[in-house]
């Protein structure tokens, strides 16, 4: 563990102009990824910023006839509220999928949003990984890459990214509001959110330094059937394989989006136009242009398996 300072604050707009005031501070509020991150020196924050004491834990209606939800609602709550489970069944199924009660409990909902990779050479600090150091090279290219991507990579990063909930706000079109050091706030659309490796696979998010996620906001609730799948290797406490989560109307139409393949939730909204015909042709869409390795090949038909299961249990 390397030293580092630490202070709490008591607004949203202390700890932004904390954050730009201190370089290679972070955010806490659960801890539930950052520790460990810590504790293995793969980040290093030279100081951290307590944000447990500014609110933003609540889950309000919009005006729109959506909700607001705070970035510091924990996951347990986020899951069993009633608006939520009533009005955004997919979305309580994908929190309620990750981890265990007890992490749910700490973890929250900007936390999840913002964890990083479990690809195991990012955690591997004796290994190269442009994620961890840029430039270094990436080890899981030509290594063991089961769980890793098989779409969206770059030749600097085949990571993928590790989170269930994430999946259900891409497929509902989240927003996600912020505030930076100078006040200045905005709402960076889900789709836009997580970044694509590219050059730069160290920027896992949009987000400036020292931006604070202050809330997440969801439209007006979809209606029709919610269904999220998640296949991992073990029943619990597992990352997933391939996850789906859709909202499926009687007509057939609906949406999709797929975890576990990518570096970001990934939604081909194109592909949803074939939802009627069944899961192969929007599989077929979702994963046009994969590069799968020989250690997760599978992925491609597991997608189209688990795709055609939800299909099946929204059509009852």
């Given at each position: ?77 986020l ?9 955004y ?32 050479y ?7 990984c ?41 497929l ?5 509001e912020t ?9 960076i ?128």
């Open positions: 563990m390397r030293p580092f300072t630490y202070e709490r604050v008591t607004s949203p707009q202390e700890a932004a102009a904390a954050a730009a005031r201190v370089q290679g501070a972070r955010f806490i509020a659960g801890g539930t990824n950052l520790l460990d991150l810590m504790k293995l020196e793969i980040e290093a924050p030279t100081h951290l910023i307590d944000v447990n004491g500014i609110g933003l834990d609540t889950i309000e209606a919009t005006s729109e006839g959506g909700l607001r939800i705070g970035a510091l609602a924990r996951n347990t709550a899951a069993a509220d009633k608006r939520v489970r009533k009005d069944g997919v979305l309580s199924r994908a929190v309620l999928a990750g981890a265990s009660g007890q992490l749910r409990n700490k973890a929250t909902t900007a936390g999840n949003l913002l964890q990083r990779t479990r690809c195991p990012f955690y591997d600090t004796r290994q190269p442009n994620k961890r150091q840029p430039g270094s090279g990436c080890a899981a290219i030509g290594g063991y890459s089961r769980q890793l991507a098989v779409i969206g990579s770059s030749e600097a990063c085949i990571a993928t990214y590790p989170g269930d909930m994430a999946v259900a706000m891409r509902l079109d989240a927003g996600v505030v930076k050091g100078d006040g200045a706030t905005r709402t659309p889900i789709a836009e959110f997580h970044r694509l490796p590219g050059d730069t696979p160290q920027l896992d998010t949009a987000l400036q330094p020292g931006e604070l996620i202050t809330a997440v906001t969801l439209p007006p609730p979809l209606g029709g059937r919610h269904v999220y799948h998640k296949v991992r290797d073990r029943a619990s406490y597992a990352f997933a394989l391939v996850s789906v989560a859709a909202v499926i109307q009687r007509d057939g139409s609906g949406r999709v989006a797929v975890g576990g393949i990518a570096p970001r939730p990934w939604r081909v909204e194109a592909a949803e136009a074939d939802l009627p015909r069944g899961a192969k042709p929007v599989a077929s869409g979702l994963l046009a242009g994969a590069k799968p390795t020989r250690d997760n090949a599978f992925k491609v038909p597991l997608v189209e398996r688990t795709l055609a299961a939800v299909i099946a249990e929204a059509r009852g």
